[in-house]
């Protein structure tokens, strides 16, 4: 996946409808089919074999040609919650393609504080 970061951008922002839709279905985990019409273009267009959906985050698998497959990830930073990244990986190799703050949601803030 060489693109710019624009389009890595769109893939992200893609990343995050899905995981709102999710959010506000109630479903902690789900996993879609990859031409599913619920996922924005930009994540069909990548032609995944299947979508993997959790509370905080989103998986492609990609099936390569010839039996290899790789995954795309948009998920929170192991060390950094604040912190997304848009990340490749195959064979034990990770590639960070885009990272981009995050904040929580006022409401998760709130909770987070005993407000509510």
């Known amino acids: 996946m060489d693109r710019n970061q624009e389009y890595y951008a ?4 893609a990343c995050e409808t899905v995981l709102t839709q999710s959010q506000t279905s109630g479903a902690k ?3 879609l089919s990859g031409n599913d019409e ?3 273009s930009v994540i069909r267009d990548l032609h995944p074999s299947c979508v993997y959906i ?6 492609l698998r990609m099936d ?3 039996g290899g ?3 795309i990830g948009w998920s929170q930073n192991f060390y950094d919650h604040s912190l997304w990244e848009l990340e ?3 064979e034990g190799m990770r590639r960070v ?16 504080n005993g407000v509510r």
């Open 88 to 90: 490749t990986s195959a």
């Open 97 to 112: 393609l885009l990272s981009r703050r995050r904040l929580p949601l006022p409401d998760a803030l709130l909770r987070t």
């Open 69 to 71: 497959s790789y995954w």
């Open 29 to 31: 985990q789900r996993t």
């Open 54 to 59: 959790n509370t905080n985050s989103v998986g």
């Open 38 to 40: 619920s996922l924005p």
């Open 64 to 66: 390569g040609r010839g």
């Open 10 to 13: 769109s893939v992200a922002q």
